[in-house]
Each structure stands twice: as C-alpha cells, then as structure tokens.
C-alpha cells in the first residue's frame, strides 16, 4: 500500500501501521521521507509525524536520515514540519555535521514572535542538547536566551529558560 494511503487519517492507528509498514519494508523509509519533505502535499505533517513516532520505535531506521533533516530544516515554512523534525533528532541525539546549522535553526525559532510554543519548548530542548555536547557554545547560547527571555510570556517556557541556563553555568566547558 502506497504511504500516502496512511496518512489519509489523522489517527494514532493509522501511524502505528505506518510503522509496522516501514519495519517489515525499510526501503518505504525513503517513500516516507520524500513524502514528508514536500509540505506542498496534503498530508505531508502527518508523515513527519509518523517519522518521530518511528524514531522512538525504531531509531534505526530513521538516524541515517538526521544530516538530511537538518540541512532541509531551513527551507521548511510549516511549523509542524519544523516542530516534529527536531523533535526527532532530540530522540535521536545524532552525531551531525552540520551542528552549527541546527544551532542557528532552533535560535531562529525561539526569536519568532508567532509561533507555537511547542515549536519554541523543542528548540529549547535541542540547543541544550547541542551546548552539553559542544561546549563551546554554551557562553553564545546563554547571551541569547538572556535576549530572548524577556519576550516570551509563557510561565513554563520561562521557567525552562531558567532551568537550561543554570545546566548550562554548571557545565564544564572543554
């Protein structure tokens, strides 16, 4: 059965057999990925979000993918798109190339205004993981969340803000 026909219905069940799909048929991970990098097709979030379900289930399917993801991560326009990728690579914790670009990807979207909070509580996430892993990062990660702080209003994201900040004070730096 084609991909798509699996994304018709926006239920957890209908991931599920997704997934099963993919592990009995890796080379559908590649159907799955095309698919869910053109957000010009119906449908094409609920095939992201079926790839974070895979990489909690089966992290080695999708890890080979993670350079990809970050280097399409800038061109992406939806939110959902965004979110759910670095939602994954957060479960996936991949050694990357190209660190930099996914640094500056998650600043840009704590930086906007309107945007769900989600999207801004998953990028929190990510850049701490990047600054525990490449500590070199962490005094430019620590200005910018002084900068941004005063903009977001919401109580949780604040308190996050709070708590990544003084992981990151604590951690020794290489």
């Not at 990489?55 to 991560?73: F, G, M, R, S």
Request: one cysteine or more; hydrophobic letters at 40%; glycine letters at 2%.
């Amino acid at each position: 059965m084609p991909i798509e026909n699996y994304l018709k219905i926006s239920s957890k069940a209908s991931i599920d057999k997704l997934i099963l799909a993919i592990s009995n048929r890796e080379e559908n991970i590649d159907e799955l990925m095309q698919f869910a990098h053109d957000e010009t097709k119906d449908n094409s979030w609920r095939a992201v979000w079926a790839i974070s379900h895979l990489a909690e289930k089966h992290p080695e399917l999708v890890k080979n993918y993670c350079q990809e993801i970050v280097l399409k991560l800038p061109s992406f326009q939806s939110e959902r798109h965004i979110g759910s990728f670095i939602h994954t690579l957060i479960k996936l914790n991949p050694d990357i190339e190209e660190i930099g670009l996914l640094f500056d990807v998650c600043i840009e979207q704590l930086k906007k205004d309107k945007l769900s909070m989600y999207v801004k509580y998953y990028a929190l996430q990510m850049l701490e993981k990047i600054c525990i892993k490449e500590t070199e990062l962490i005094d430019e990660f620590l200005l910018i969340l002084d900068e941004i702080e005063k903009f977001i209003k919401v109580k949780h994201i604040r308190e996050n803000i709070q708590q990544i900040k003084s992981k990151c004070k604590n951690t020794e730096r290489g």
